[in-house]
């Protein structure tokens, strides 16, 4: 399927590794001109090489924090007038919530809820005046089930997503969509960080919690970070204007619930 991208612009955040890396390779492989922003310069360049080289398409990128208002403003002056915006900033570290002090909880704020509203704030007229424009925001599956573990994401994630809903109807008047995308367990660091604290916390070994993990699992796996980009791609394309306001949900089935 010719999902109508080739040409458009889009600033994907987080792209260096993981699965804003798979946003970005799934986009510049349907011909978009796209920028990649994390903070690591060398990893980050490395990662602008390997998409271009797979795809036949320029990438650029900015090393730059994008939790801060230095950093937005250098992403945007790199690429001022994206059509495709994907927010993406790394979760917030698990623990007590107990022993997290009120800075914790800005700083959790600033990367998972406020970041991505900013970004927003600066590109949604642009898309607007051309009528088009996609925003995917990577959330989390805690959205939709919290992980005990990791209270700072649930909180922020969910206050995004609250955002969201509202202006999400007042855009796709003007084929400007704003979706979430939310992520269960995915081969990235992020998760071995995870179960590397979970191991601590239990004291048991790293793989025993992911085999664990594994069996219970429904797909009796866990995510490829492909899947997801595709998932992004899809969503980014001139054929999913009717979607708004969603949060897809790719957890292999481990959330229970219908709805």
Same mark, same amino acid.
């Given at each position: 399927?010719?999902?109508?991208?080739r040409g458009r612009r889009a600033l994907v955040c987080?792209?260096?590794?993981?699965?804003?890396?798979?946003?970005?390779?799934?986009?510049? @492989?349907?011909?978009?001109?796209?920028?990649?922003?994390?903070?690591?310069?060398?990893?980050?360049?490395?990662?602008?090489?390997?998409?271009?080289? *797979? *795809?036949g398409m320029p990438v650029g990128y900015v090393a730059?924090?994008?939790?801060?208002?230095?950093? !937005?403003?250098?992403?945007?002056? *790199?690429?001022?007038?994206?059509?495709?915006?994907?927010?993406?900033?790394? $979760?917030?570290?698990?623990?007590? #919530?107990?022993? %997290? *002090?009120?800075?914790? %909880?800005?700083?959790?704020?600033?990367?998972?809820?406020?970041?991505? &509203?900013?970004?927003?704030?600066?590109?949604?007229?642009?898309?607007?005046?051309?009528?088009?424009?996609?925003?995917?925001? &990577?959330?989390?599956?805690?959205?939709?089930?919290?992980?005990?573990?990791?209270?700072?994401?649930?909180?922020?994630?969910?206050?995004?997503?609250? #955002?969201?809903?509202?202006?999400?109807?007042?855009?796709?008047?003007?084929?400007?969509? &704003?979706? +979430?995308? =939310?992520?269960?367990?995915?081969?990235?660091? !992020?998760?071995?960080? =995870?179960?590397?604290? !979970?191991?601590?916390?239990?004291?048991?070994?790293?793989?025993?919690?992911?085999?664990?993990?594994?069996?219970?699992?429904?797909?009796?796996?866990?995510?490829?970070?492909?899947? #997801? $980009? @595709?998932?992004?791609?899809?969503?980014?394309?001139?054929h999913a204007g009717y979607i708004t306001g969603q +949060?897809?949900?790719?957890?292999?089935?481990?959330?229970?619930?219908?709805?």
């Open positions: 399927m010719d999902l109508g991208l987080g792209a260096s590794k993981g699965l804003g890396r798979a946003c970005a390779a799934a986009l510049a @492989a349907e011909g978009v001109l796209v920028t990649i922003v994390a903070r690591g310069e060398e990893e980050l360049r490395l990662a602008a090489h390997d998409i271009g080289c *797979s *795809s730059c924090d994008i939790t801060t208002e230095h950093g !937005r403003s250098a992403a945007l002056a *790199s690429l001022p007038h994206p059509d495709i915006l994907v927010t993406n900033a790394g $979760g917030p570290p698990p623990g007590d #919530f107990r022993d %997290w *002090s009120r800075d914790d %909880w800005l700083a959790a704020l600033d990367a998972n809820m406020l970041a991505p &509203i900013a970004l927003i704030r600066s590109t949604l007229d642009g898309m607007i005046n051309r009528r088009f424009g996609r925003v995917l925001n &990577i959330t989390s599956a805690a959205v939709k089930a919290p992980i005990g573990e990791l209270g700072l994401s649930n909180g922020a994630r969910s206050g995004l997503t609250g #955002f969201v809903a509202g202006l999400a109807r007042t855009a796709v008047r003007h084929n400007v969509t &704003i979706n +979430n995308l =939310l992520p269960g367990y995915f081969e990235t660091d !992020r998760l071995k960080a =995870l179960f590397d604290a !979970r191991a601590r916390q239990a004291d048991i070994a790293p793989e025993a919690g992911r085999e664990d993990e594994l069996a219970q699992a429904p797909a009796r796996r866990f995510g490829q970070p492909t899947e #997801f $980009g @595709a998932a992004c791609a899809f969503l980014a394309s001139a +949060n897809l949900l790719m957890d292999g089935g481990a959330y229970p619930g219908t709805f």
